[in-house]
């Protein structure tokens, strides 16, 4: 079973930017980087795929990049121009369950989340 940490998270004013990492005990074919704010579905915001190749969801394309390290078992999620909208909790998640393609669409292992805060 894979375990994952991340880390990061914090408070940044809007038009800022932050970094978040995410560490896996094991090799993972895909990864991702979902978000939940307060009284909201949990959302994906970068899937990433064995290849390296990344998704985005529309709200955050141009301004997040996902990024991860095979060798190391990382996966980053760099967060540039934030807005208030960006404030959740950012999940780290692994272990595919179900693919769309070359994607993962569900996965099985969860980070215990990062708490993502941004001040306009």
């Known amino acids: 079973q894979v375990q994952l940490v991340e880390s990061g998270g914090g408070s940044v004013q809007a038009g800022g930017s932050l970094g978040l990492s995410c560490q896996a005990s094991?090799?993972?074919?895909?990864m991702g980087w979902y978000r939940q704010a307060p009284g909201k579905e949990r959302e994906a915001v970068a899937i990433v795929n064995s290849a390296g190749y990344a998704i985005y969801a529309d709200s955050v394309k141009g301004r997040f990049i996902a990024d991860r390290n095979i060798v190391k078992n990382t996966l980053s999620l760099q967060m540039n121009n934030v807005t208030p909208e960006d404030t959740a909790m950012y999940y780290c998640a692994a272990t595919c369950r179900r693919y769309n393609g070359s994607f993962c669409s569900a996965f099985g292992t969860w980070g215990q989340g990062t708490q993502v805060t941004v001040s306009s």
């Open positions: 094991a090799y993972s074919a895909g």
